[in-house]
């Protein structure tokens, strides 16, 4: 799905050269994949959408029917994911929570808190008697476990397994469970475990992973005398930019979590991937404004860049990217066009990291012909830097099948 799907090509090569760039969704698409992961989860499996990856609320709300609940990491995300799509659960993680945000997501009626430090226990614990003094807040603790020396290996983000800000080391694991089960916090309640160790594993990979993750909350809980009704092995779903026509093999993975449920009776599993579910539904669509020579490599300059699309400047790959030709030149000098067979397709922005894609091979790359950069619907607008040199913000279009609104 990295070539624009039919609808997507028509709005990109429909729309004025003055409306561009556009992020263009296609939320039909999204549906279809997200139906599709869903059936691939065995039965006690619950799938959370990690909503930094796109938060947009049009995808939140196309997402709603195939997800359990969303994950969020911010007071700002709570705040935004509640109003797109009420009365949907919530799970709040993320390190560094505030005394304000905790208020919010206790007032919220949040259902899930993912603690990250024994510090934010005593905070959640003594906020969560004065808001909800009637009630029992449930609790996952978040551990950075230890995992098998190279299980991480193949991750392009590792945020556990080693030295991090995020979760409990494991030597505190036991204070917390401690805390959680020996009835100082009698208000709240022990859920399991969340683990979310890293990001950009296959199938095979996160299988291994969870196992480990299970088989260690299980112990640490075991110690305490308890069981863990959930534990939550976390997002990172592989999305492989170098090869984009390869996807994560969802149905490889719902047989793995099977298997490991099958170990363990009682037990619900949780994922939350972000990128892994709306990444391929997104594409940034633009215009090629100049083509030039530069010693011994050609560039083609496109509206925009990556103050809009900051994937590939964060993560070091060439955003996948197809061609849309448009033949009408309406001025009377000549076309700038592309001589070589590679060109690398920079921004508008003044500096040298603005590149979206590098050595693209092109037969013929012409000012006035149309980008289409695939995989930008996650972890694209929402984390790019959108007021540097202060160019315009891009158009955002959504297109649904007719059942569903288009929104321009
Ligand atoms: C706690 C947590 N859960 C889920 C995710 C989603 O990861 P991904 O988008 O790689 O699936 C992240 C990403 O950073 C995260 O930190």
Redesign the pocket.
């Known amino acids: 799905m990295t070539d624009p799907t039919d609808a997507v090509r028509d709005r990109a090569l429909s729309l004025p050269s003055a409306e561009l760039p556009a992020y263009i969704y296609d939320v039909a698409a999204l549906r279809a994949h997200a139906a599709a992961v869903r059936a691939c989860l065995p039965e006690r499996v619950e799938l959370y959408y990690?909503a930094?990856?796109n938060p947009e609320p049009e995808i939140l709300a196309a997402l709603s029917p195939y997800v359990d609940g969303y994950?969020v990491?911010s007071g700002g995300e709570l705040a935004h994911v509640a109003k797109a799509v009420p009365g949907r659960p919530l799970a709040f993680?993320g390190p560094g929570k505030t005394p304000d945000e905790i208020v919010a997501a206790l007032e919220l009626g949040v259902e899930r808190f993912h603690v990250e430090s024994e510090y934010e226990l005593h905070m959640l614990a003594e906020l969560a008697r004065q808001v909800r003094p009637d009630d029992r807040v449930g609790v996952l603790p978040r551990l950075n476990l230890p995992v098998a020396a190279d299980s991480l290996a193949a991750s392009s983000l590792a945020?556990g397994g080693r030295p991090s800000p995020f979760g409990l080391d494991p030597a505190q694991a036991d204070t917390v469970m401690g805390l959680l089960t020996d009835g100082t916090y009698p208000q709240l309640e022990l859920k399991g475990v969340h683990a979310?160790l890293a990001?950009g594993l296959g199938a095979r990979e996160q299988v291994a992973v969870a196992g480990s993750v299970v088989d260690r909350s299980v112990r640490l809980a075991e110690r305490h005398g308890v069981r863990p009704a959930e534990v939550n092995v976390?997002?990172?779903?592989t999305v492989d930019y170098a090869a984009p026509d390869e996807r994560f093999d969802w149905a490889a993975y719902g047989t793995g979590l099977a298997r490991l449920l099958a170990r363990h009776p009682g037990l619900t599993l949780r994922v939350?991937?972000?990128?892994?579910l709306t990444a391929y539904c997104g594409w940034y669509v633009t215009e090629v404004l100049d083509v030039k020579p530069s010693h011994d490599e050609e560039f083609a300059v496109v509206r925009g860049g990556t103050h809009h699309l900051r994937t590939p400047a964060t993560k070091g790959h060439d955003q996948p990217c197809t061609l849309l030709g448009v033949e009408d030149w309406p001025h009377p000098w000549a076309r700038p066009v592309s001589r070589g067979e590679l060109v690398t397709l920079v921004g508008q922005l003044c500096t040298p990291k603005d590149v979206l894609a590098r050595h693209v091979p092109v037969s013929a790359l012409r000012a006035g012909d149309r980008v289409a950069f695939g995989l930008a619907g996650?972890y694209a607008w929402n984390i790019s830097h959108h007021d540097f040199l202060m160019h315009p913000h891009p158009g955002f279009h959504f297109i649904d099948a007719p059942d569903f609104a288009d929104t321009p």
């Open positions: 990690a930094k990856a994950e990491a993680g945020m979310h990001s976390g997002g990172g779903m939350e991937p972000g990128r892994a996650a």
